[in-house]
């Protein structure tokens, strides 16, 4: 029987599974996991959704969601950025979105044991991660996205995007030595991704990548993704923690908007726990239960100004992200530290 992350005074394993079935309610019949009932799918946002599933027990649909990905994967190892009810609306190429599979299928893959299942995904995973590479600059770091089509690609390197980007390679080294397969262009790339987000983080000036942004996601990734962390990530967090973080109510999307929303506040926990500080992380998501809903699912978001709920829409993966964060702090799946153990440098093949 699997375990079901809760958190003491917080919210109960029993709501927990309550979220996980919320999200496989969701689920549409190719295997899809869209934001929401008749809304867009993304690979990322359907991935992170998928480890959720696994998480919380419903191990067949989280299967049901790999077989989606692979199955949708294009022949140049890409996926288009937005898929309607089956139908493309945006067959653009995203650099990040691409890569994440690797964080999902490795993630699964820890949960279940499952080899078959990872043999089966290696072919996907492989050829997602050689269509990242091709997004790589002279520089090391990864331009966004790009034109499916012509195969132009913009010249932007994004700081999420990038911070997600180094995750996803280490995971999908790990994936390689469980095939036995050469990962070494992987393990360099991973190793320069590092050091350049390390080396803009550190001098407070952004000359690699695109300057943060007004979101919060620019400001916590590199500590969630796992290039930054030790006393570098505690000083970027305590940076701007009042200019994001409402006490009680979690944390914003914007910085200069009266929004918080359960997403941001659950990846921002999680980036807490990968630095130690747990006691805050469980804070922080106690902080965002106020947007739990009844039937388990999580809102998007409260603009507490007016005390609305913004967008109004039960997304999921604003649950997938309240599961992942809830099992980090609870250490509760054998996945709870796909976040949190992310290494920093590989410059030997890692077994």
Not at 209 to 217: A, G, I, R, Y
Request: proline fraction near 4%.
């Amino acid at each position: 029987m699997t375990a079901i992350p809760a958190i003491a005074g917080v919210v109960s394993a029993g709501q927990i599974h309550a979220t996980g079935a919320a999200i496989a309610a969701m689920q549409e019949e190719s295997g899809a996991l869209p934001w929401f009932p008749g809304g867009q799918t993304d690979p990322w946002d359907h991935i992170e959704s998928a480890m959720a599933l696994s998480v919380t027990g419903f191990v067949a649909e989280a299967q049901a969601a790999y077989e989606w990905s692979r199955r949708t994967q294009r022949a140049d190892g890409s996926w288009p950025i937005r898929i309607v009810n089956g139908h493309i609306e945006d067959d653009g190429v995203d650099s990040n979105f691409c890569a994440y599979i690797a964080v999902g299928v490795w993630h699964h893959y820890m949960i279940t044991g499952d080899l078959r299942f990872l043999e089966r995904m290696w072919p996907m995973v492989w050829s997602a991660m050689e269509c990242v590479l091709r997004f790589q600059r002279s520089d090391g770091v990864f331009r966004w996205g790009g034109d499916h089509h012509t195969g132009a690609m913009f010249s932007e390197a994004q700081i999420t995007g990038n911070a997600s980007i180094f995750q996803s390679f280490d995971c999908a080294i790990r994936i390689a030595a469980e095939m036995d397969q050469d990962d070494s262009l992987w393990v360099a790339a991973h190793t320069v991704l590092g050091d350049a987000l390390r080396a803009d983080v550190a001098r407070e000036e952004f000359e690699i990548f695109v300057p943060p942004s007004e979101h919060s996601m620019d400001w916590y990734y590199p500590v969630l993704g796992g290039a930054v962390r030790g006393k570098l990530g505690q000083e970027l967090i305590a940076s701007r923690w009042n200019d994001f973080v409402v006490p009680e109510l979690g944390t914003r999307c914007v910085d200069h908007r009266p929004w918080v929303t359960g997403a941001e506040t659950s990846e921002l926990a999680l980036a807490l726990d990968a630095l130690g500080d747990t006691a805050d992380a469980i804070e922080l998501i106690k902080s965002i239960q106020h947007l739990r809903d009844p039937d388990g699912s999580y809102w998007t978001g409260l603009v507490y100004a007016d005390g609305k709920r913004w967008p109004v829409e039960k997304s999921c993966w604003t649950s997938a992200a309240v599961v992942l964060a809830v099992d980090a702090v609870s250490r509760t799946s054998v996945g709870n530290g796909i976040f949190r153990d992310v290494r920093h440098r590989l410059s030997a093949r890692v077994g």
